[in-house]
């Protein structure tokens, strides 16, 4: 978004996961504050998998530790199952939470280099029980088997053992182990090689439904999370964009910024147009100041006085996919709800 | 300066369009505790003016040790280099880096992968840019300053006079990366090497940049070598396209050419591996088997035949010679090629066989079956290096 709204979000008893209103701020020295994260909402269904794309610093990363309570948001609720994590007090949270788990960007600084692959998984079972580790062992054994690692060979080895694509599967056993229903994985396969990541990708689908698991995908590679993903939301600098069904928005992306992204991926396949887009030239803004209106408007072609003025609301353009732009690409519904006031930011 | 040769010699060159870049049988090893590293092991290739190349690997396929050999940057104790490395007709190899200083900058530049690091974080982006113009072009600083100024402009940086006087940290990723090139091509160099120039940018700035290379690269007439592992980079933005795997070149094509009717099973592989966005959501990737090879010791016959779903016997043991196709200019490393009937027969082969890798590229086996393959694999190549041994 550039804009705000929950005309997108469903019935609360479907979903799994429902964010309202999330707001992420970090203290940025000198009296100035990084708005991360700015009144972000979206839900999830259980067995689906929500994409979050967008460009460095749009506050993807920042999103999905949001729901972790890593740290705890600004302001917002974070519901699981209905129950807020974000309201809880810290011990409750702290149980509430082990139904969701993550996975990491780097596989290999994300594993202790100095304890072994057996204890590495196993620490999750540690915290949370059984506490013997003789019951542990065949838990671990069991999801690094699932994993396609052989747990007798990795139990006493350490991650410098393994390569790169060993390293992230081992975190996903560890992220397993304590039977999640949420997974939040963020840039899982953007630190390893093509053919490396097309492993790891068929690996999370077959484990997905497997094990009834839900995901939030959090990648910068629009053609990996188009694969993996049932529904996809595009962030820009802090705010929500568009929020749709995954073949629909790169069918007929809505709003500007994912019009420029789209035309931005480069394409394996030497006739495809290389040209410019619309809206290449510019530049992120910073977060410290955001654009007022619709934060995306400094690099939009179509921006006008109104979305300097007005911050877009969420619209439906279809059923399942919603945009928050005033002049989007294909033709949307008017902001559904009278009632809900227009903001101004800034 | 004098000895990159006379400039009547090099005009006829020039006129007769020779090759600007002739690399023969180049081999880059590095001596190490567990053995000789081959991270490059008998490139050959040429390539004319005004033309871009594309190398294309996953890492550890010796792509950037052979950008770098070519431009000489490799020279620590351990590195043992063979072969020739003729450029506008003088070969390189044999010079010193004291020599190579006449030929850095002004003859061949590269623009590095991660704009973060290969900037000097404590001097000045005028100071970084100007330091080799006026080494190079002997001109005063106020004249060093015009050009840096003109360049900036060149690569679109908005507002050149101030951001002169920025520290890189006050510039975003995409500014930075902007600035490596305008420092590679301040001395007007005729060949540009660019070493994954946008892996480390977001998609919007990865294509800024690409297009910005492109322009340069005709408006200054540059040969140009553009290094990456993604082949969508490369699609629409190179003449000629080489396919890296274990040091060696395993296909080589004109770009068109190599899309169209690509032969050797590791492109092949390559290129069915990366989710496309064309593809609806949710189809099933053609993973490849197992994992890239050990360089120090690598399999034996073809290096891609452990994890090669057409891979026969003769594949372990013999390995094949990159020879020529029958489209002009293809040249491919395979005994079954993609494409051919001996493929086809191979393909059925193994499957009825059961080859692991065969299943798995026939989408017969899950991905945890896939993964446990690759244990296999793993196991199986080093019991290959213990009988070759």
């Known amino acids: 978004m550039a804009g705000s709204g929950k005309a997108h979000l469903r019935d609360e008893a479907d979903t799994i996961l429902r964010v309202e209103d999330l707001n992420v701020e970090f203290p940025a020295g000198r009296g100035r504050t990084v708005y991360a994260v700015s009144g972000i909402s979206f839900d999830i269904a259980k067995g689906e998998t929500l994409g979050l794309v967008g460009e460095s610093g749009c506050g993807k990363s920042t999103t999905g530790k949001a729901i972790l309570q890593l740290p705890r948001p600004t302001s917002g609720s974070v519901r699981v199952k209905g129950n807020d994590l974000a309201a809880m007090d810290p011990e409750s949270m702290r149980q509430a939470r082990t139904g969701v788990q993550m996975i990491f960007q780097d596989p290999i600084s994300s594993l202790n280099p100095r304890r072994m692959i057996g204890d590495i998984v196993a620490e999750p079972l540690a915290v949370w029980g059984p506490h013997d580790e003789d019951k542990q062992w065949p838990i671990v054994a069991n999801m690094l088997d699932a994993v396609g690692i052989d747990p007798d060979v990795a139990r006493y080895k350490r991650s410098h053992e393994f390569s790169g694509g060993q390293c992230q599967r081992i975190s996903i056993a560890r992220a397993l182990v304590m039977e999640p229903e949420l997974i939040i994985c963020d840039e899982p396969v953007s630190a390893l090689d093509v053919s490396v990541q097309a492993q790891i990708l068929n690996m999370l689908e077959d484990l997905k439904a497997q094990y009834g698991l839900t995901l939030v995908f959090i990648a910068h590679d629009l053609a990996v999370v188009k694969n993996i993903s049932d529904r996809v939301a595009v962030m820009y600098l802090g705010k929500m964009c568009e929020i749709s069904e995954s073949n629909e928005l790169y069918d007929n992306p809505a709003h500007p910024y994912t019009a420029l992204l789209l035309g931005s991926i480069p394409v394996p396949d030497p006739m495809a147009n290389i040209d410019d887009v619309l809206g290449d030239e510019g530049e992120l803004p910073s977060p410290l100041a955001p654009p007022s209106g619709c934060r995306f408007r400094t690099r939009c072609p179509l921006a006008d006085e109104m979305c300097a003025r007005v911050e877009p609301q969420m619209r439906r353009v279809s059923d399942d996919h919603y945009v928050a732009c005033h002049h989007p690409l294909v033709s949307a519904d008017p902001v559904g709800d009278p009632s809900s006031e227009v903001t101004i930011s800034l | ?389």
């Open chain 2, 1 to 389: 300066m004098t000895d990159v040769g006379t400039d009547s010699d090099r005009l006829t060159r020039a006129e007769h369009n020779e090759p600007l870049l002739e690399v023969i049988d180049l081999k880059t090893h590095f001596q190490v505790e567990g053995g000789i590293v081959k991270a490059v092991d008998g490139v050959s290739f040429t390539l004319d003016r005004g033309k871009t190349l594309g190398i294309v690997g996953e890492s550890g396929s010796g792509k950037t040790v052979l950008s770098r050999s070519i431009m000489r940057l490799i020279t620590a104790p351990n590195v043992i280099t063979h072969g020739e490395v003729r450029y506008d007709g003088r070969d390189l190899v044999t010079k010193s880096s004291r020599e190579m200083k006449a030929y850095w900058g002004v003859e061949m530049a590269m623009v590095f992968q991660d704009p973060m690091t290969s900037l000097n974080p404590v001097v000045k982006v005028g100071r970084q840019m100007t330091e080799h113009i006026r080494h190079h072009l002997g001109v005063s600083k106020s004249e060093a300053r015009a050009t840096a100024i003109e360049l900036l402009k060149s690569v679109r940086i908005p507002e050149p006079e101030v951001r002169i006087d920025n520290y890189p940290h006050e510039m975003s990723g995409g500014m930075r990366q902007r600035v490596c090139i305008a420092i590679a091509l301040a001395c007007g160099p005729k060949m540009l090497f660019a070493d994954e120039p946008t892996t480390a940018l977001d998609v919007t700035v990865q294509h800024q940049i690409l297009n910005l290379l492109r322009q340069q690269q005709k408006d200054r007439f540059m040969t140009m070598i553009m290094v990456t592992h993604d082949l969508g980079v490369v699609a629409g933005r190179t003449d000629e396209i080489a396919v890296m795997y274990a040091g060696k070149v395993v296909e080589k094509a004109p770009t068109n050419q190599l899309f169209a009717d690509m032969r050797h099973p590791y492109t092949q592989a390559l290129l069915w591996s990366i989710p496309k966005v064309s593809q609806p959501k949710h189809t099933r990737l053609n993973a490849i088997a197992g994992r890239p090879p050990d360089l120090i010791s690598p399999p034996s016959g073809c290096s891609f035949s452990p994890r090669c779903p057409y891979a026969q016997e003769k594949c372990h043991i013999e390995e094949p010679p990159l020879t020529a196709g029958a489209a002009p200019g293809h040249q491919f490393a395979c005994w079954y090629p993609v494409g051919s009937p001996e493929n086809e027969a191979a393909w059925e082969r193994n499957l009825a066989a059961g080859v692991p890798q065969t299943l798995a590229a026939a989408g017969k086996l899950t991905a945890t079956e896939e993964l446990l393959e690759t244990i296999n694999l793993a196991d199986d190549t080093s019991d290959h290096e213990g009988a070759g041994a």
